[in-house]
């Protein structure tokens, strides 16, 4: 039978308490990247309503609650970064863990690899003397992100400064499994950093202009539900018709040089 002993752990990191989950607790032992990720999802979730809760009342309660979804969140990095310290573990479902302790090794690559991007990307923070314009600061980031992209050996990074793929660079990092409608709102926010912005309805193939109106929360949610009505109606997949308009723009911007819009 398995023996060890006992730990304290007020002695341990956090990373080192989550290392001990997969050594001694059954439940931790038994999981693969692959069993965890519905639960990346559900905490990312909860989370983004903790945010919701404190940014339309914020109290001490609802800023324990954000602390508390935030760690739930750190608590899945960590428990991916302490499968990846165990390549070759065999998930131990139905049978008592091994309680063989990996010192947490992969957690510190990720920390380390975090800060360097963080650093990377802002260069207007460590190498200037003076402020910069937020303009410039996300053409900038846009740019180091396609030449790290190039950098690695992807040959679609192309010339970053060319009109052509400079959208489809811009977007190519936002991922796929996004809800369309997120991901839309995303896409249109990198194509405003590099100067492909989509000013108007008139602006994208095949939408009519509409007069400006008083657009509000309320207004902008009618339009939506209306649009779903429609779709739903006509038997139509309305998530699957926005990703798929928002895959044309895309597209089409990317016949532009950023010029264009101005």
């Not at 023996?3 to 308490?17: C, F, G, I, K, N």
């Not at 690899?113 to 190498?127: N, S």
Request: aromatic letters at 4%; charged letters at 25%.
């Amino acid at each position: 039978m398995t023996r060890w002993e006992p730990v304290d752990p007020e002695t341990l990191s956090t990373a080192e308490v989550v290392a001990y989950l997969r050594a001694r607790c059954p439940w931790a032992a038994a999981h693969t990247h692959a069993s965890l990720a519905p639960y990346v999802l559900e905490e990312t979730y909860e989370l983004l309503d903790a945010i919701e809760e404190y940014t339309t009342n914020p109290s001490s309660t609802t800023r324990e609650e954000l602390v508390g979804e935030l760690g739930d969140v750190a608590y899945q990095v960590l428990f991916h970064a302490a499968l990846l310290d165990q390549p070759n573990a065999t998930p131990t479902s139905g049978s008592p863990p091994t309680g063989n302790y990996v010192s947490p090794r992969a957690i510190t690559e990720v920390a380390d690899r975090l800060r360097a991007k963080v650093v990377r990307r802002h260069p207007h923070v460590f190498e200037t003397t003076g402020p910069t314009s937020i303009e410039d600061v996300e053409r900038a980031y846009e740019r180091i992100k396609a030449e790290e992209k190039r950098d690695a050996g992807d040959g679609d990074a192309g010339d970053v400064s060319a009109g052509d793929n400079l959208a489809r660079e811009a977007c190519a990092s936002i991922p796929a499994s996004m809800p369309a409608l997120a991901r839309t709102q995303t896409v249109l926010g990198r194509l405003d950093r590099v100067d492909l912005s989509v000013e108007s309805n008139a602006d994208v193939a095949g939408v009519p202009e509409t007069e400006d109106e008083d657009v509000t929360e309320t207004t902008i949610g009618q339009e939506l539900l209306a649009a779903v009505r429609k779709a739903h109606a006509n038997g139509i997949d309305a998530e699957g018709a926005l990703r798929r308009a928002t895959d044309a723009l895309i597209d089409e911007r990317g016949q532009r040089a950023p010029t264009d819009t101005h």
